[in-house]
């Protein structure tokens, strides 16, 4: 079965910092990737997804992630961090194992501060 | 608003009583998923559906939880004689049946607390 860990519990930043969230997933065959994102009090919401193609894919709000198959790492990035930001970040993933479920890592709490 | 729903947000259980939720996909998604998150942990899956198909059922889908989807629309999540570990966030995602690539959306999540 597959797992996905997200390493940094807890981020602390400085408004403009730049991030990066780590997440590396266990499977050695075709799978997709997601990061979803916790707003305090809001729903889980898509950040953005990889299914195939470019590596370097980018989502809303000036996210961007990177997948590195070598590495099984889907790490997320953002150059300038906003205040906005702070929320609770998943990194999941589904395999082509005909399994339909996602598999969530821990998750990472980024807190910006202004 | 055309996103997942689910009913009710919050419910506060005595231990022992049953307790169901109701969740709303959106229109024309045909996938339909439970998750349960606790505290400080990403959402872990229950079970899924196909139309009104289960599917899909992990092994933390104990003998006292029951889904169904009878019109393939919404779906209600039943827990029986809950046990104060059953506190936790339940979670229905939805998503449209195509390939391997499909995207799972995320209703708001009805939050259960066992006393």
């Known amino acids: 079965a597959q797992s996905v860990s997200q390493h940094n519990h807890h981020v602390i930043l400085s408004e403009a910092a730049s991030l990066e969230l780590g997440c590396n997933y266990s499977y050695g065959g075709t799978v997709n990737l997601f990061w979803y994102v916790q707003y305090p009090g809001q729903h889980l919401q898509l950040l953005l997804k990889y299914f195939s193609g470019d590596p370097l894919v980018k989502g809303i709000k000036g996210f961007e992630a990177e997948f590195i198959k070598s590495k099984f790492s889907f790490n997320l990035r953002k150059p300038s ?34 | 608003d055309t996103g997942v729903s689910q009913d009710p947000r919050h419910k506060i259980t005595k231990r022992g009583q049953n307790v169901t939720f109701r969740c709303d996909p959106i229109s024309e998604h045909n996938r339909l998923y439970w998750y349960r998150q606790t505290l400080g942990q990403g959402p872990e899956f229950l079970t899924y559906f196909q139309n009104e198909a289960q599917l899909e059922k992990s092994r933390l889908l104990s003998d006292r939880f029951s889904a169904e989807r009878p019109k393939g629309s919404f779906s209600t999540l039943e827990i029986q004689r809950t046990e104060q570990g059953d506190s936790a966030m339940y979670l229905c995602a939805s998503s449209v049946r195509g390939s391997f690539q499909e995207t799972q959306y995320f209703g708001p999540g009805t939050r259960l607390l066992v006393l």
């Open chain 1, 81 to 114: 961090v906003q205040w906005s930001d702070t929320a609770e970040y998943f990194c999941a993933v589904n395999a082509d194992t005909g399994r339909r479920a996602l598999t969530f890592g821990s998750g990472t709490r980024l807190q910006v501060q202004p």
